[in-house]
């Protein structure tokens, strides 16, 4: 959030060793080769899960902000993911398809605040440029096919993942870290944050139901079927 407020700072949450190589090579140009006045924020996690090949074309797309994993030719819903959460964000997907039969696209969230820069910068020159064609942002151009819920969840506060909501024409929902921190193991903690797949699962079938695509009922039957328990307190408020 501080470095969405700084002008020069550009933040990654970066989930693959090629996102990373992509972002440190970029900003290496921007910083040495053209000396611009610039800082590069890189999350980089200590989880160790296995990193795919660099799909091809994605490059400018990484550094946009956000990139297209995989995507049915209708899909219900999209996820959003960022960071190590991807792994849970593919884990949500296919219990979707699996034991809802929901089919859902994925997408690598690099940086939400370099998504809402592209954004709120695009909306300012449509805005006094009213005579001449109209700008599309990264996230218009990406997402303008198919207008379905979004799930977005990260490692950080719901505020940072709500950066976009205003420039996203399809429903948008967060999940995040809020509350206080605590240490425990990353599966506990997920769980406590509801930001695992069965959550990611839970706010997805609501946003379907709110949507108007799915019975009222299907709340109680996720809760049941991965023992959500319905009395858990609030991370907020423990």
Known sequence: LAAAATPNIKAYDLAFGYEIAVVIHHGMKEMVEEEKDVIYYLTLENENYKHPKLPTGIKSD??????????????????????????????ASKLLKEDWKIESGIWNVTSFSELRRDAEEVERWNLIHPQKERKKSHLEKCLNKNKVPIIAVSDYVKMVSEQIDPYVSASYYSLGTDGFGRSDTREKLRKFFEIDRYYIILKAVKALIIDGGLDSNMVERVMKKYNLDSDKPSPISV
Do not use: D, H, T
């Open 62 to 91: 990484i550094i946009r902000g956000l990139y297209k994993i995989q995507e049915p030719k209708n899909p219900k819903v999209r996820l959003f993911g960022s960071g190590p959460l991807m792994r849970e964000v593919f884990a």
